[in-house]
């Protein structure tokens, strides 16, 4: 069920053949800095690979709270934070139309909290994306309730989101995604492989296991790699991994299993050099932060790479196959 999070709705821009199309989309979430623009650059390429348009976001104070501080700010004051707020959509929209201007695009302008603002977009959604400063992702590790917008909105989505830490390297390729061994794995191994398919590099599943359970040597294989199965490795990524060969007869997929002290240091060490990561994580809602903690959350803090959160139990509107 929907909660209202917006109390104003401002349509700023909408392209004209945008308007009656009512297929899924990319939600943007856009703050005016350097790394939001960094997440509008990344939805753009997105939305061309996918072929589906975009809807730009950016939240302001809800009418309550400016209501209750009124005292402290002049109405010049309101009405320059709207302004400036409308202006960072505007460059948001020409910055995407410079890069391809075919991309359909829709700016909104919502009066509410950001996270509520755009968890609710996120309900209609194929993607929610939003930038996030390393520094503001790293925090202070006090727990979850402290967490940066980006982190709640990676918790509390309804579609998968993607956490845009800073300009992705020209030189980027591939996608790696971490595997477990739980039937909800299966779901983020499509998720991640339906990524790939559309990008340069190939998919690279990655299990992570505690020092010298993988035998001999790094237990990486291909997908097409036989043999016997080291201690700590889950069987069942073998036959994932052929699956999604399968499925995907261009794209290159390989299986590595890799030794570390821990699941974010193996994965983050396996992304180095790639265009995206793929996490998977448990559970959405208000306490969902939570649930996200140990594994993803930890990673998405330390990752230098776009980052993309799947709640593969969730519901995904908008998450069919392109």
């Not at 910055?95 to 968890?119: C, F, K, Y």
């Not at 230098?304 to 593969?312: A, G, S, W």
Request: aromatic residues 2%.
């Amino acid at each position: 069920m929907t909660t209202r999070a917006q109390e104003e709705l401002v349509e700023t821009g909408c392209d004209p053949v945008s308007r009656d199309d009512h297929r899924p989309r990319i939600v943007v979430g856009v703050d005016g800095g350097v790394s939001s623009q960094e997440a509008v650059t990344w939805a753009g390429a997105e939305a061309t690979r996918r072929r589906v348009g975009i809807d730009l976001v950016r939240a302001l104070r809800p009418t309550g709270w400016v209501t209750a501080h009124a005292g402290l700010f002049s109405h010049d004051v309101l009405q320059e934070a709207e302004r400036t707020a409308r202006e960072s959509l505007t460059r948001s929209r020409q910055r995407l139309h410079r890069t391809d201007p075919s991309v359909q695009v829709r700016s909104r302008l919502v009066r509410g909290r950001a996270v509520d603002v755009l968890t609710e977009a996120s309900e209609v959604a194929l993607l929610v994306v939003v930038g996030a400063r390393r520094d503001e992702l790293r925090g202070r590790e006090i727990g979850p309730f402290f967490d940066s917008t980006s982190l709640q909105v990676s918790a509390r989505a309804a579609c998968p989101v993607v956490v845009v830490p800073g300009p992705e390297p020209s030189d980027a390729s591939g996608v790696v995604v971490g595997w477990d061994g739980t039937v909800a794995a299966d779901a983020v191994l499509d998720f991640a492989a339906d990524a790939a398919a559309s990008r340069r590099g190939g998919l690279f599943v990655v299990q992570v296991v505690p020092p010298g359970s993988a035998g001999g040597g790094p237990g990486t294989g291909g997908a097409g790699s036989r043999g016997g199965h080291p201690s700590g490795v889950e069987p069942g990524s073998s036959s994932s991994v052929r699956r999604v060969a399968g499925e995907h007869p261009g794209l290159a997929v390989e299986r590595r299993v890799v030794e570390a002290d821990s699941v974010p240091e193996g994965l983050l060490r396996e992304a180095q050099g790639r265009a995206l990561l793929v996490l998977g994580t448990r559970g959405r809602g208000a306490l969902a932060s939570l649930l996200l903690g140990s594994t993803s959350r930890k990673t998405l803090r330390r990752s230098t790479i776009p980052t993309l959160i799947v709640h593969p139990d969730g519901p995904h509107p908008g998450a069919q196959r392109s």
